[in-house]
């Protein structure tokens, strides 16, 4: 059991091994870890918080639970333009776990940290009578000045969108049983994209490459929800396009049965997806890797979208709100 194992032996076995591949780790023996930037780099820090039954389900595999929390952090440094770093790992294991849970949580951990070049470098391990949860902080770094911003948006601005939306959502419903009439290879997909966000690292590269003016944001609550976060912060608005956006074909199986479906796709969260707003040669220039789905405009906080019939109206906010 958990609370049996004992902090210390816990984090001996289980994490400390993980840290091993950074020396700023300190092996996990100090009260804390001891880092400097590269030259020329500024810091990018990013924390997010995942509860049992709120965030994931508690019956999934603890080993795709340890790829989603340390993958929605670095879709938060992808958003910034950031190298991965370093991350500090607090978890909060329900004393019911056993141990050969957490061991199957931190090796699928450990091994994600190695395919992002990440290192774990501290953290925190307590026991609790109340859902497991964790809460992850990830260091990255970026060419001094020069950090993905969403305050960058500009009117005539295209809006563009990496990978597909909707999918994460609709994988929950999927797991939920509420899907049963698609065939079994969309339900596998779309389970996956739920369980294991994809964050997109390399498109991140590519904008930072390029060099221009973008304004960049993860799509984690939505995009009905998540656009107006850039159009708060660049004074903008938006017109969104819904024939535009970009769809799996096993999204698209769903909507043949179900229409209304569209609220999940456009408010679900989860996606992990890259939401840009850049000039209309930058956005260009990233080519295949994103879709276009809609441009920015100089109606301040208005958000439209353009259905499928060419029908406007403003599009409801959405997305997800931990305090709803």
Excluded at 148 to 160: K, N, S
Aim: contains cysteine.
């Amino acid at each position: 059991m958990a609370a049996r194992l004992g902090e210390f032996d816990l984090i001996a076995r289980h994490f400390a091994p993980i840290a091993r591949r950074d020396p700023a780790a300190l092996s996990l023996k100090d009260d804390a870890a001891v880092f400097s930037p590269p030259p020329g780099c500024e810091v990018v820090v990013t924390t997010d918080a995942l509860v049992a039954d709120v965030h994931f389900r508690s019956i999934d595999d603890p080993g795709l639970i340890a790829q989603k929390v340390l993958r929605v952090n670095m879709s938060d440094l992808a958003a910034m333009g950031a190298t991965p770093g370093g991350v500090v790992l607090t978890v909060g294991f329900n004393r019911d776990l056993t141990e050969d849970w957490i061991a199957g949580f931190a090796k699928s951990f450990g091994d994600d940290c190695a395919a992002f070049s990440v290192s774990l470098l501290g953290g925190d391990t307590v026991g609790t009578p109340g859902p497991t949860f964790f809460s992850l902080t990830a260091f990255g770094y970026v060419p001094a000045g020069r950090a993905l911003r969403r305050d960058q948006a500009r009117p005539g601005d295209l809006l563009a969108v990496t990978g597909t939306l909707g999918d994460s959502a609709l994988g929950l419903s999927v797991l939920m049983g509420e899907l049963p009439d698609i065939d079994d290879a969309s339900q596998a997909f779309l389970k996956d994209r739920y369980w294991v966000p994809q964050p997109r690292m390399a498109i991140s590269q590519a904008c930072m490459d390029l060099e221009c003016r973008f304004a960049v944001m993860d799509l984690s609550d939505g995009l009905a929800g998540d656009c107006r976060k850039i159009c708060d912060a660049s004074n903008v608005g938006m017109i969104i396009h819904q024939d535009a956006i970009a769809l799996s074909p096993a999204a698209k199986a769903v909507l043949e049965n179900d229409q209304s479906r569209w609220g999940q796709i456009l408010g679900g969260g989860d996606d992990y997806e890259l939401l840009i707003a850049g000039a209309p040669d930058d956005i260009k220039a990233l080519g295949d890797q994103v879709t276009v789905i809609g441009s920015v405009t100089d109606r301040a906080g208005q958000v439209e979208l353009i259905s499928a019939d060419g029908k406007m109206a403003e599009l409801a906010p959405g997305g997800f709100d931990h305090f709803r």
